[in-house]
């Protein structure tokens, strides 16, 4: 398994899609972003180039919005409900990792960590993926601020001002299915976060000093799919 710098999240999340976003080959991964914010358009593009992808945003200001929630951007009457906090979702990467550290030291409430999303449509399990999910409890959280400043520093990162890549997945279709990293096993980071939910002394003393950090309930994506 990578040898990653975040720490793991003590849960799996999962992500409900509607019936008719395009999953399997999509024409809108970028646009669909920038219709309701070009920034947010700009963040989903420079994803691209980082070798990850912005998959989800929840927020008291913005509600439900992002990549696999475009129901909710196109038809606003789906987004009233009120959400506390801020959390956003990540296909995983290594630069978008190392990515995000200052953002930590920038903004002290939030928190950063890495854990497994399954894609459900309905009952059907679309696919599985490990993400990086940026979670900060305040309801208050200065939204505009943070997504000015993760713009700045995934263009610093990525060497772009913009994605050539999601041009061309625009143009020709973004095929969109996990790809397991050379040094990512999905089956152990599916045991490891078993032997993280049992919760022995033994068993974190065979996996070393690997830090956990609780998933507050306000950014539960349905964490626990048997309790829908």
């Known amino acids: 398994m990578i040898s990653s710098i975040l720490p793991y999240w003590d ?11 395009p999953y399997g080959k999509d024409f809108s991964p970028v646009s669909v972003n920038s219709l309701y914010n070009p920034l947010l358009g700009g963040v989903a593009g420079l994803a691209f180039e980082m070798k990850s992808e912005f998959l989800y945003l929840r927020s008291f200001k913005s509600g ?8 909710n951007m196109i038809d606003p009457e789906r987004n ?3 959400e506390l906090g801020f959390t956003m979702v990540f296909a995983y990467s290594e630069q978008l990792e190392r990515s995000v550290i200052s953002l930590l030291h920038k903004f002290p409430g939030l928190m ?9 449509n309905g009952d059907v399990l679309v696919d599985e993926c490990k993400v990086l999910m940026l979670i900060d409890e305040d309801p208050f ?30 143009k020709f279709g973004y095929r969109r299915c996990s790809i397991s990293y050379e040094t990512d096993d999905l089956t152990q980071m599916r045991v490891t976060q078993a032997l993280f939910d049992i919760e022995l002394d033994a ?5 070393g000093p690997v830090p956990e950090l609780k998933i507050p309930l306000l950014a539960s994506i349905g964490a626990c799919r048997d309790e829908k």
Request: proline fraction near 2%.
């Open 11 to 21: 849960q799996n999340i999962d992500l409900d899609i509607a019936p008719w976003v």
């Open 141 to 170: 959280f200065n939204e505009a601020d943070f997504m000015q400043s993760l713009y700045s520093t995934f263009r610093k990162f990525s060497g772009r001002e913009g994605s050539d890549i999601s041009f061309f997945a625009e």
């Open 203 to 207: 068993t974190k003393e065979v996996l």
């Open 112 to 120: 950063a960590g890495l854990t497994l999303c399954d894609i459900w």
């Open 64 to 71: 439900n919005i992002g990549t696999m929630a475009r129901q």
């Open 80 to 82: 009233q409900m009120t």
